[in-house]
Every structure is written in structure tokens, then in C-alpha cells.
């Protein structure tokens, strides 16, 4: 770019600056919406990392995987037990994720399915390390222990993980409750 032509540009901007076509904005705006998005994706990175273990370990408390191979009556059952409210939580914090960091310049010229698909294997190899830890049996004694009410993980750790059947509903058509109950065999 030539020097007449920067000097025409810088004329121009100042001419639309004196005649209000054109608003300054401070530094600071910039600053604090970068400081927000970047806080919106770690806060979700981390609470989809939690939610994704949660996800894996109702599926471990519960024994969902074993019967798998018995046949359809057992796989209907799995999906029937399935936590549907978390993974549609886990949808929407996934898909609110990927809009933020669309918002970042790295991400800018980048194939969508390439962002998502390095997305979720990040969130699932962290969300496997923390499964694979003993944080979920510390949290769920923890919150046994504790008087404070945390309003979806207490109901979901200590009535929903656990009772060894997932919620199945046996062939007599009770719901099993408790660990080995007669009614879920």
C-alpha cells in the first residue's frame, strides 16, 4: 500500500469520526468481551467434562452395559434407563461451547466438523480420566455427608447412580429402586 493511499484511508475515517458516522469504541470493551468468552468456553469445557463423567459413571453404577448382549427386551431397556435430561444438558452445553469458540480466531477458517470433532475428543479424554480416578465415589460420599442440597447432582449421584439396575423396569413391571432387589431379577 502506498503512502497516498494510507493517507486518503486515515482522511476518510476522520472525516466519518467528525461527522458521528463513526462511534470509538474503548479498549476496555474489547478487553472484557474477550475476558467473557474466554471464561463462557472454560466454564463450559469444564462443566461438559463433569457432565460427560457423570454420564459414564450412571452407566458403570448401574451395570447398563452387561445385559447388553441377552437381546432387543435388553436393549430397549438400556435406552428406556438412559438419564435422558443429562445428555440433552450435555447436548446444549456442547452446542453453546462450539458457538463460543467460533467466536476465537483460531477456529475462524477451520472445517466445522474438525472444531466439533476435536471438541468432544477433548471433552471425553478428560471426562474418561476423571471417570477413571476416584472422584465420583469421593463426590457421592461427600454428598451423602453433607447437609447442603445441590439441586440436580445430590438427587442424581445419590437416587439415581447406583441402585444397580439403572431404573430398569423388571418383567413384572416394578421399577427397581434398590441394589438386587428381587423385582429387578
Request: one cysteine or more.
Amino acid at each position: 500500500m502506498n503512502k497516498q493511499s494510507s493517507t486518503e484511508i486515515k482522511k476518510n475515517i476522520m472525516g466519518k469520526l467528525k461527522k458521528n458516522e463513526i462511534k470509538m469504541k474503548a479498549r476496555w470493551t474489547f478487553l472484557a468481551k474477550k475476558i467473557g468468552l474466554q471464561s463462557g468456553v472454560w466454564l463450559a469445557l469444564v462443566l461438559l467434562i463433569f457432565l460427560v463423567n457423570a454420564f459414564f459413571y450412571f452407566i458403570k453404577s448401574n451395570g447398563l452395559l452387561l445385559p447388553l448382549h441377552y437381546g432387543e427386551s435388553y436393549i430397549q431397556k438400556f435406552f428406556h434407563s438412559l438419564p435422558y435430561d443429562l445428555i440433552l444438558i450435555i447436548l446444549v452445553l456442547f452446542l453453546i461451547l462450539n458457538f463460543l469458540v467460533k467466536k476465537f480466531d483460531f477456529s475462524y477458517k477451520k472445517p466445522f466438523i474438525i472444531v466439533l470433532g476435536g471438541l468432544l475428543g477433548f471433552i471425553i479424554l478428560w471426562a474418561f480420566l476423571l471417570f477413571s480416578s476416584n472422584f465420583n465415589a469421593m463426590l457421592k460420599v461427600n454428598l451423602q455427608n453433607t447437609e447442603k442440597n445441590i439441586p440436580y447432582i445430590k438427587n442424581f449421584y445419590l437416587n439415581r447412580c447406583g441402585c444397580g439396575c439403572g431404573g430398569m423396569h423388571s418383567d413384572n413391571g416394578k421399577v427397581c429402586t434398590e441394589l438386587n432387589s428381587p423385582s429387578c431379577r
